[in-house]
C-alpha cells in the first residue's frame, strides 16, 4: 500500500501524518507533496525521514493507492486528473467535489458504502463543522426524522489552517507587548479579544459559504430532505470546534432517549452531568478522535424540538481522521487494490 499526502506542511496534512501512525495504517511506502514553499523539507515518520516533493503534472502517482489531498480547492481541482490518472483514490478534503454527483461525500459511521462507487476516483471528505454535527445527530435520526436543524458554531482559529493558528497567537503577543494588533491576514478582523459572524466566503443570500455548505452536505450525507440553517463564527480558541444544534424530529423525543442513543453511538462520548459543570469543552477535545456531546435538554420554543451541544477536534475528525476512516474502511472491505 502505497500513500501519498498532498499538502503535507499543512494543519491537515501533518495531522494525517500522525494519526497514519498512531493507527498503524497498513502502508509500506509514502510519499509527500506540496508547493514551492514546503518542497524539500523533511518529515519522520516511523522513524525514517520523508522530503516533500514538489506537486507537478508527472507520473508521480504511478503506483499511489491512496492519496490524502489537503491543499485547498484550487490545487485539488487542478491536480485530480494527474493524482487519479494510474487509480489512485483520492480522497479530498477541500469543498472542491463535494457538491459534484459523481463524488461520494463520506462519514463512515453514516453512509460509508457510498464511498464504493467513485467514478472518478474521488471521495470527498465533508466539511469540518457538518461531519461533527452528523455524527451526533444520525443515532437520533435513526430514532425518528430529523426535519429541521438550526446550529451556531463556535469554530476555532485552527479551522481556517497552520497560518491562521499562528496568526492568532500572534495577536495576543502584539496586544501584550504593543496594546494593538498589526497582524490581519487570515481572518477578515482582529480576532484576539473577539468574535467573528463570517466563516468562508458571503454569498448572494447573505448566508456565508460555510453556512450553505452545512445544509448541502448534510443532506447528502444523512440522504435527508433536512433543511439546516446555520450561523458560523470564529471564536479565539485554538483547535475543536464547538456548535449548538437545535434540531425538530417528526415526533417528541425524551432526553432520556437521545442520551441512550447516544451513549452508543460511534465516534460519539457523552459528557452531561450540567448539575455538576460537566460539559464538553474545547479545550478537552482537542487532539481526541471523537466528538463530544452534552447539554442535552428539550427546546423550550418547540414541542418536537431537542437542543445539545457538541464539540470535537475539526482537524482529527473534522478532517485527517475521518479521511483516513475512508481509507482504512475501503481496505477493510478490499475495495482498494
Ligand atoms: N484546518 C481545518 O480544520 C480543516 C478542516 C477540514 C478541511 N480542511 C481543508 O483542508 C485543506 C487544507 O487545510 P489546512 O488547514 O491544512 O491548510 P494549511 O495549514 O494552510 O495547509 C495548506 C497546505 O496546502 C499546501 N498547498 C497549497 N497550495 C499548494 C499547491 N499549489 N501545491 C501543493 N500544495 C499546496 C500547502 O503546502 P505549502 O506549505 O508548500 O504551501 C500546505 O501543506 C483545505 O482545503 C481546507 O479547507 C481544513
Same mark, same amino acid.
Given at each position: 500500500?502505497?500513500?501519498?499526502?498532498?499538502?503535507?506542511?499543512?494543519?491537515?496534512?501533518?495531522?494525517?501524518?500522525?494519526?497514519?501512525?498512531?493507527?498503524?495504517? =497498513?502502508?509500506?511506502?509514502?510519499?509527500?507533496?506540496?508547493?514551492?514553499?514546503?518542497?524539500?523539507?523533511?518529515?519522520?515518520?516511523? *522513524?525514517?525521514?520523508?522530503?516533500?516533493?514538489?506537486?507537478?503534472?508527472?507520473? #508521480?502517482?504511478? *503506483?499511489? /493507492?491512496?492519496?490524502?489531498?489537503?491543499?485547498?480547492?484550487?490545487?485539488?481541482?487542478?491536480?485530480?486528473?494527474?493524482?487519479?490518472?494510474?487509480?489512485? &483514490?483520492?480522497? /479530498?478534503?477541500?469543498?472542491?467535489?463535494?457538491?459534484?454527483?459523481?463524488?461520494?461525500?463520506?462519514? =463512515?459511521?453514516?453512509?460509508?458504502?457510498?464511498?464504493?462507487?467513485? =467514478?472518478?476516483?474521488?471521495?470527498?471528505? @465533508?466539511?469540518?463543522?457538518?461531519?461533527?454535527?452528523? &455524527?451526533?445527530?444520525?443515532?437520533? !435520526?435513526?430514532?425518528?426524522?430529523?426535519?429541521?436543524?438550526?446550529?451556531?458554531?463556535?469554530?476555532?482559529?485552527?479551522?481556517?489552517?497552520?497560518?491562521?493558528?499562528?496568526?492568532?497567537?500572534?495577536?495576543?503577543?502584539?496586544?501584550?507587548?504593543?496594546?494593538?494588533?498589526?497582524?490581519?491576514? %487570515?481572518?477578515?478582523?482582529?480576532?484576539?479579544?473577539?468574535?467573528?459572524?463570517?466563516? #468562508? %466566503?458571503?454569498?448572494?443570500?447573505?448566508?456565508?459559504?460555510?453556512?450553505? %455548505?452545512?445544509?448541502?452536505?448534510?443532506?447528502?450525507?444523512?440522504?435527508? #430532505?433536512?433543511? +439546516?440553517?446555520?450561523?458560523?463564527?470564529?471564536?479565539?480558541?485554538?483547535?475543536?470546534?464547538? !456548535?449548538?444544534?437545535?434540531?425538530?424530529?417528526?415526533?417528541?423525543?425524551?432526553?432520556? !432517549?437521545?442520551?441512550?442513543?447516544?451513549?452508543?453511538?460511534?465516534?460519539?462520548?457523552?459528557?452531561?452531568?450540567?448539575?455538576?459543570?460537566?460539559? @464538553?469543552?474545547?479545550?478537552?477535545?482537542?487532539?481526541?478522535?471523537?466528538?463530544?456531546?452534552?447539554?442535552?435538554?428539550?427546546?423550550?420554543?418547540?414541542?418536537?424540538?431537542? +437542543?445539545?451541544?457538541?464539540?470535537?477536534?475539526?482537524?482529527?475528525?473534522?478532517?485527517?481522521?475521518?479521511?483516513?476512516?475512508?481509507?482504512?474502511?475501503?481496505?477493510?472491505?478490499?475495495?482498494?487494490?
Amino acid at each position: 500500500m502505497k500513500v501519498a499526502i498532498v499538502g503535507a506542511s499543512g494543519a491537515v496534512g501533518q495531522e494525517l501524518l500522525r494519526l497514519l501512525d498512531e493507527r498503524n495504517f =497498513p502502508l509500506d511506502d509514502l510519499v509527500l507533496f506540496g508547493s514551492t514553499r514546503s518542497a524539500g523539507r523533511k518529515y519522520t515518520f516511523k *522513524g525514517k525521514e520523508y522530503e516533500v516533493k514538489l506537486l507537478q503534472h508527472n507520473d #508521480d502517482f504511478k *503506483g499511489v /493507492d491512496i492519496a490524502f489531498t489537503s491543499a485547498g480547492g484550487g490545487t485539488s481541482a487542478e491536480f485530480a486528473e494527474t493524482i487519479t490518472k494510474y487509480g489512485a &483514490v483520492m480522497i /479530498d478534503n477541500s469543498s472542491q467535489f463535494r457538491q459534484d454527483d459523481d463524488v461520494p461525500l463520506v462519514v =463512515p459511521e453514516i453512509n460509508a458504502e457510498d464511498a464504493l462507487v467513485r =467514478p472518478r476516483g474521488i471521495i470527498a471528505n @465533508p466539511n469540518c463543522t457538518t461531519i461533527m454535527m452528523v &455524527v451526533v445527530l444520525n443515532p437520533i !435520526e435513526k430514532l425518528s426524522h430529523i426535519k429541521k436543524i438550526h446550529i451556531s458554531s463556535y469554530q476555532s482559529a485552527s479551522g481556517a489552517g497552520a497560518a491562521a493558528m499562528e496568526e492568532l497567537i500572534q495577536q495576543y503577543k502584539e496586544l501584550v507587548e504593543t496594546g494593538e494588533v498589526k497582524t490581519i491576514n %487570515k481572518f477578515p478582523h482582529q480576532l484576539a479579544y473577539n468574535v467573528i459572524p463570517q466563516i #468562508d %466566503k458571503m454569498m448572494d443570500n447573505d448566508y456565508t459559504k460555510e453556512e450553505v %455548505k452545512m445544509f448541502n452536505e448534510t443532506r447528502k450525507i444523512m440522504h435527508s #430532505d433536512v433543511r +439546516t440553517s446555520a450561523t458560523c463564527v470564529r471564536v479565539s480558541s485554538l483547535r475543536s470546534h464547538s !456548535e449548538a444544534v437545535w434540531f425538530e424530529t417528526e415526533r417528541p423525543l425524551s432526553v432520556a !432517549e437521545i442520551r441512550d442513543a447516544l451513549k452508543s453511538a460511534p465516534g460519539v462520548t457523552l459528557v452531561d452531568d450540567p448539575q455538576n459543570y460537566v460539559y @464538553p469543552m474545547p479545550l478537552e477535545s482537542a487532539g481526541k478522535d471523537d466528538v463530544f456531546v452534552g447539554r442535552i435538554r428539550k427546546d423550550l420554543a418547540d414541542d418536537n424540538g431537542s +437542543t445539545l451541544w457538541l464539540t470535537g477536534d475539526q482537524i482529527r475528525k473534522g478532517a485527517a481522521l475521518n479521511a483516513i476512516q475512508i481509507g482504512e474502511y475501503l481496505i477493510k472491505v478490499g475495495n482498494i487494490k
